[in-house]
Nanobody, 127 residues
């Protein structure tokens, strides 16, 4: 069983940066595709970013168009942790951000295929 715990959320102003962390327990997460999703108030859950192993310790990344060029997902396998660096934050980035883990064979943007989810961390972007 894998447990995911997000942290790092908070209140920031537009244009600020914020880094989120997702700590995994119950085994190594290196073989999993790791992803971030978010859900804004009154909105549906949406894909944000993912990191998929493509060979050895090499990973590929995917991003939603809305965050491409602003957000970056990274991993520290020694700490069994995945990060989401968010830059140039916008008001519309306000949401609860969730960490997810799933098998490497799934489509990275398909939420239904992820087996494990964290409890979420809230990010509020407001002036």
């Amino acid at each position: 069983q894998v447990q995911l715990i997000e942290s790092g959320g908070g209140l920031v102003q537009p244009g600020d940066s914020l880094s989120l962390s997702c700590a995994a327990s119950g085994g190594s997460s290196s073989r999993y595709i790791m992803a971030w999703f978010r859900q804004a108030p009154g909105m549906e859950r949406e894909f944000v970013a993912s990191s998929t192993r493509i060979g050895g310790n090499v990973y590929s990344t995917n991003y939603a168009d809305s965050v491409k060029g602003r957000f970056a997902i990274s991993r520290n396998n020694a700490k069994n942790t995945v990060y989401l660096e968010m830059n140039n934050l916008r008001v519309q980035d306000t949401a609860i951000y969730y960490c997810a883990a799933g098998p490497e064979s799934i489509a990275p943007q398909t939420a239904e295929d992820y087996a494990y989810w964290g409890q979420g961390t809230e990010v509020t972007v407001s002036s």
